[in-house]
T-cell receptor
Framework: NAGVTQTPKFRVLKTGQSMTLLCAQD?????MYWYRQDPGMGLRLIHY???????AKGEVPDGYNVSRLKKQNFLLGLESAAPSQTSVYFC???????????FGPGTRLTVL | AQSVTQLDSQVPVFEEAPVELRCNYS??????LFWYVQYPNQGLQLLLK??????LVESINGFEAEFNKSQTSFHLRKPSVHISDTAEYFC???????????FGAGTTVTVRA
């Protein structure tokens, strides 16, 4: 039981490049989330999903897209990376009634 | 949407001393409250949660938090800290009909020998 895993762990992009971050969970959780963490700002929600095939915008969705084609996977895409997207990205998941979210180890992204 | 204020960004403390991390949230009819801990270069781990029932909740490693509805607070305490408690601590809040968590900005605890 690996819990929540994220791929890759580190990535450096140039401005304008695109990439996809993968989140996978093996706990059969319905809800999944993508956050970004910046110093002094806590965690801010980018997008979330309440089930396979559904997605919704969070607090800071601009510049990001997501897809949830399979229940266990939640993908975060950056179509044209900007330096302002330099951050640590965390994925999380939870059950429908459990309320507590379980987090992955994070992806550190640098955009030059 | 709920908002969370963590009143201290940095808390230095000596080993075996007590520590209190303060958290206040915006008022609501009912709330669910959480404390998460993040050790260096790791993801967030759930430390403890309040959903209902007793207003004092405890974790397995000696932390406790008390839900105070009148003061809209959920402060975290530990009577005697260890070096291994050095980490960043996040307070978070949700509501029964909300899928999302709102996080505070975090409090960095540094324990010195």
């Amino acid at each position: 039981n690996a819990g929540v895993t994220q791929t890759p762990k580190f990535r450096v992009l140039k401005t304008g490049q695109s990439m996809t971050l993968l989140c996978a969970q093996d706990m059969n959780h319905e809800y999944m989330y993508w956050y970004r963490q910046d110093p002094g700002m806590g965690l801010r929600l980018i997008h979330y999903s309440v089930g396979e095939g559904t997605t919704a915008k969070g607090e800071v969705p601009d510049g990001y897209n997501v897809s949830r084609l399979k229940k266990q996977n939640f993908l975060l895409g950056l179509e044209s990376a900007a330096p302002s997207q330099t951050s640590v990205y965390f994925c999380a998941s939870r059950t429908t009634s459990g309320w507590a979210q379980y987090f992955g180890p994070g992806t550190r992204l640098t955009v030059l | 949407a709920q908002s969370v204020t963590q009143l201290d960004s940095q808390v230095p403390v000596f080993e075996e001393a007590p520590v209190e991390l303060r958290c206040n949230y915006s008022s609501s009819v009912s709330v669910y409250l959480f404390w998460y801990v993040q050790y260096p270069n790791q993801g967030l781990q759930l430390l403890l949660k309040y959903l209902s029932g007793s207003t004092l909740v405890e974790s397995i490693n000696g932390f406790e938090a008390e839900f105070n509805k009148s003061q809209t607070s959920f402060h975290l305490r530990k009577p005697s800290v260890h070096i291994s408690d050095t980490a960043e601590y996040f307070c978070a809040v949700s509501s029964p009909n909300d899928y999302k968590l709102s996080f505070g900005a975090g409090t960095t605890v540094t324990v010195r020998a």
